[in-house]
């Protein structure tokens, strides 16, 4: 693996019941970039997610985060190889706060063990109050400070999305990957997604989005690559990328989400 790279995977596929939904994807995402990753519905944007994650093993291909070879890790090992993931359709806990939604995401950095979580020895409030004040942090970097203590149920679309980004960022991930971040937003609260995702670039963590939103793909990203039919069809720049032939026949042949912007 060459210096630099973060993530890279190895003719990565995946096959469902016979449909190739990946076939021998090999990328290489690196450290401190903005990647996208776009592509048709159906292209396979997700599963490849699904592969990197452990959430949906890879038939066949190799991933390595930093250099080490995660590909039949669970997805427990991959968070705690702090790859942290938002996903595209997830609901928080209804019942739940905000605050108390983020907290789950900082479960691996709690340092009491369980004993002193049972017994509630003195440990586990000082490290309780250092999770809270971090979950705090967090809801005020995505703008739903004010809304900590309400019930997650009662969140917009779009608050319930940045609630998502924010759980995610609660593990302290050096690789966060976006799927569909502002799919349903308004063209107001995709500007605040895309000045977030610089924000947290600058932070140091690499981001790989999926998205559709041309808009943001374009505007932000260093490079991009782009699927079909679980293929690699290009790569590169935005400019490079929106004027290549092979990319705009993809999109004209599904007929929607031309990247014309
Ligand atoms: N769990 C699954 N079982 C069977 N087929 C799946 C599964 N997940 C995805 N697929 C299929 O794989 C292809 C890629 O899907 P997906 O990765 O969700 O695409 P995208 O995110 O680019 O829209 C589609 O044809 C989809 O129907
Ligand atoms: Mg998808």
Redesign the pocket.
């Known amino acids: 693996m060459t210096t630099g790279n973060i993530l890279t995977t190895d003719s990565l596929s995946v096959t469902?019941?016979g449909?190739r939904?990946l076939a021998a994807v090999s990328i290489n995402v690196k450290e401190g970039e903005i990647l996208s990753i776009i592509?048709p519905?159906?292209?396979?944007?997700?599963?490849f997610f699904n592969a990197i994650t452990g959430t949906?093993p890879p038939t066949s291909g190799q991933v390595f985060l930093a250099g080490q070879d995660i590909t039949a890790k669970s997805p427990d090992e991959v968070a705690r190889l702090r790859m942290a993931r938002s996903f595209q359709n997830l609901k928080p806990f209804p019942e739940m706060t905000l605050l108390e939604n983020v907290l789950i995401g900082r479960e691996i950095h709690m340092t009491t063990g369980i004993l002193a979580t049972i017994l509630r020895l003195p440990a586990f409030f000082a490290d309780e109050a250092e999770q809270k004040c971090r979950a705090r942090d967090l809801l005020a970097f995505v703008g739903l400070e004010h809304r900590r203590d309400h019930l997650a149920r009662n969140l917009t679309y779009g608050e319930r999305k940045m609630l998502e980004i924010a759980r995610a960022l609660a593990l302290e991930p050096t690789l966060l990957l976006l799927d569909e971040p502002v799919a349903g937003m308004n063209p107001t609260e995709t500007g605040f997604v895309m000045e977030l995702v610089q924000n947290i670039r600058r932070q140091g963590i690499t981001v790989v989005i999926?998205e559709h939103d041309m808009k943001m793909v374009m505007g932000i990203s260093d490079r991009i690559y782009v699927?079909d039919h679980?293929e690699l069809i290009a790569e590169g720049a935005p400019h490079e990328v929106r004027a290549n032939p092979a990319v705009i026949e993809a999109y004209l042949g599904g007929g929607t989400h031309a990247p014309t912007h």
Do not use: E, H, M, R
């Not at 519905?41 to 599963?47: C, I, V």
């Open positions: 469902f019941g449909v939904a592509g519905n159906g292209a396979g944007k997700t599963t949906c999926i699927l679980g």
